[in-house]
Structures are given as C-alpha cells and as structure tokens.
C-alpha cells in the first residue's frame, strides 16, 4: 500500500513537470521564429525573441549560426551569441551583448556599452559609451567613451574621448587614432604608434606574464615553507604536551613499560609488531558478522586512542631508561623534545611514529599477558613462581 502511495506521487509530480514544461515550449513557440520561420534576414538557422517573453522587456535575443542584422532599430538591449554576428546600420537604443566567432559592428549607433568576447572582434564607424572586449584579433575605428581590450592583437583607430586600456600581445594605434586620455598597454613589446596619431599620454608596462607567474610560485614556496616551519613548532609543543600528559596520567605504566622493555626486550618488540599487524585484519574480521561489529568498532577506537597518546607514552618512558637519574617529568619533557626534533624529518618522523604505536602496543598486551599469567599461578599451582606484573609497584 505504502508503494503505491509513493507511485502515485511521482505520478503526479512528473505530470505536473510535463505541464509546466509543454506550456513553457508552448510560449517560447508562439514568440519565437524557428527554424521553419525565417527570420528577417532570411535565415532560418536560428531562434530569435524580439520583444516576446514579458521578462525580456524589449531587449533582443538571438542564437544560432549566424545572424546579420541591418537597419534595424531595437529598443533595448541586443544579446546574441553564435559563430558569425554581423550587425549593419543599426540603431541600439541599449547595449550589446555578444560572443561568437566571429563579431562584426559596422555604422551602428549604440546608446550604452557593447561587451564582445570572440575570436575576431571588428567595429567599424561605430559610436558606444564604452567598449570592452575579449578575443584574440581586435579592429575599432569608430569612438567611444572608454576602451577595455583583452586579447592577442589589437589595432586601435578610432576616437576615445576617455582612457584606452589594452592588455595582449601586440598593439598597434592607427594614423587616425584619436585617443585624449591616457593609453595604458601592457604588452610583450612596444606599442607601434604610426604617424599622425593622436594620444594624450602614454604608459606602457612591459608584459609580466612569466614573471607574475615566477612571483606566484616564489609566494606560494613561501606561504609553504612558513606553514611547515608553523607546524613543525606546533607539533613540537604538541609533542612535549603529550608526553607531559601521558607521564603525569600514566605514570605507573610509564614506569613498567621502561622495565618490561629492559627485561622482556625481545618479547616486547615482538609482541608490538605481530599486534600492529594482527589488529586491522582482526578489525576486519569482526566487521563480517553483525554481532561482532560492537567489538569491531570498540577495537577500532581503542586503537585510534593509543594512536594519538602513543608517542607521548613512548616518550615518557623509553628515555627513562637514558636518564634514570632524573626526575620523571624532566625526563617526558627531555624525551618529548628529542621525539618531536626527530618526528620533523620526513622519513624518520613518520617511522618514529610506527616504532611508538608498536611499543604501546606491546606494552598493553604483554602487560595483560603477564597479569593473567600471575593470576593463573596464585590461583592453580602454589608452588609455580609467576613472574611480577609489569604493572605492579
């Protein structure tokens, strides 16, 4: 019953998308021309909305292969995108939006900006507000307000009663040019000014590319090396911390680790490493049947606890052994100290942490092998000698 509840609700939320969706192709149909509806070029490649959709407002959208335009006169804003634009003797009361291929704007009055970005961008006898364009060859002979030009080449011959910014990789200001503010160029080399032309100032920086990108790579090797050297110093703090905790907390058993290891050498190395070993694939094993995964995860922590306390533990204890003369929390800070100087270095640091984990872990299951050894031996046999847990005083 639940199933079909649930069917029947997708049902209808997918016939409800149907809806709005057959309604919305619908509008756009009845407003569009399409491509069995020339356009008024007489193309009939593309869509085109003039003054349709009420979002639209009287803007003009078009898309498609190519579009040409000419003596039209749209009320508002022109936005188009395909491979070729050309836009002929026009009259923009808003601004032009374009991208394509290729974007040509001859004899064409445009009451606001005009945004290209195209491979090849041409504007011929064309007055704007302000220009920006993107692309890689760039031709203007017409005047504008302001000039924005991004690209590979650009060729500059027409009137800016403001400042021209050009940033590629050549520039050329024709004989006609007129530019009455300043011409910033950012370029590979200098910008060709031929004769009779006309600028107010210019300021010319050569092109930064390599080096801006040398000057990225030299911050970042820095940013980087300032970090390392911040975590080495945090992880030498840490280190000491937890070697102070871990004595402090754990004494006792810092105390008895050091022993069992001057004693049981051989069985406490052996046991670190066939545990470190044996754990994870007991973990895994646990993890097959639903009633052991308590224990599976209980392990996991338990392993994950001695993973974050081992160095520390193996700090305060190990160097009781080269100091037996000092005091004890003299003795985890000194051992904290050198662990952490060791723990910097990349290699080392990393088997300094293993070598840690592993002498925890031999010292926890050779201290409960011992303890349950003695408990087996006072309560069994009198007369058999149990060995002294390593957690005894």
């Known amino acids: 019953m639940l199933k ?45 909305i003039d003054s349709g959709l009420p979002l639209m407002g009287n803007d003009y959208v078009w898309f498609g292969k190519e579009a040409s335009l ?52 041409n504007l011929t006898q064309t007055r704007a507000n302000a220009i920006v364009v993107a692309c890689n060859t760039f031709t203007f002979d017409g005047s504008c307000s302001e000039l924005y030009v991004f690209g590979g080449y650009a060729y500059i011959d027409g009137t800016v009663t403001g400042d021209a910014t050009v940033v590629a990789d050549r520039v050329e200001i024709g004989p006609n040019a007129n530019i009455q503010g300043t011409l910033y160029v950012e370029a590979r080399v200098d910008p060709v000014v031929n004769q009779g032309a006309h600028v107010g100032a ?46 402090w907390l754990f004494g006792r058993h810092t105390a008895a680790a050091a022993r069992l290891l001057r004693e049981r050498t051989g069985a ?19 993890c097959v049947f639903v009633v052991t995964l308590p224990v599976a995860g209980a392990l996991a922590l338990a392993l994950v606890a001695m993973t974050v306390v081992a160095e520390g533990f193996a700090d305060a204890s190990i160097f009781k052994l080269a100091f037996p003369r000092m ?8 051992g904290g100290a050198i662990m952490a100087v060791l723990g910097v270095v990349p290699v080392v640091g990393g088997i300094v942490h293993v070598l840690a984990f592993m002498y925890l872990l ?25 060995a002294p847990s390593p957690v005894a005083e």
């Open 70 to 121: 000419y003596g039209e006169s749209i009320k508002n804003d022109f936005v188009g995108a395909g491979k070729t634009m050309v836009i002929t003797d026009c009259q923009i009361q808003g601004g032009v939006r374009a991208a394509g291929s290729v974007v040509d704007v001859m004899d064409t009055q445009v009451a606001e900006n005009v945004t290209i970005a195209a491979q090849n961008a």
């Open 327 to 334: 005091g004890r929390f003299k003795v985890a800070l000194a």
């Open 268 to 286: 406490m190395v052996g046991t670190g490493i066939v545990g470190a070993i044996a754990a994870p694939v007991a973990i895994v094993l646990l």
């Open 202 to 247: 210019t300021e010319f920086t050569p092109s930064r590319k390599d080096a801006m990108f040398l000057d990225g790579l030299t911050a970042f090797a820095t940013a980087a090396s300032a970090f390392a050297v911040f975590m080495a110093i945090v992880g030498l703090i840490g280190t000491i911390i937890v070697s102070l905790l871990a004595e």
């Open 4 to 48: 079909a509840i649930q069917g029947s609700k997708r049902l209808v939320v997918v016939a409800l998308l149907a809806a709005v969706a057959f309604a919305v192709a619908f509008s756009v149909r009845s407003q569009c021309a399409y491509a069995d509806e020339p356009l008024p070029d007489g193309s009939s490649d593309a869509i085109a």
């Open 362 to 386: 031999g010292y926890a299951l050779q201290a409960v092998y011992l303890a349950r050894r003695e408990s087996k031996g006072k309560g069994g046999d009198a007369g058999a000698s149990g």
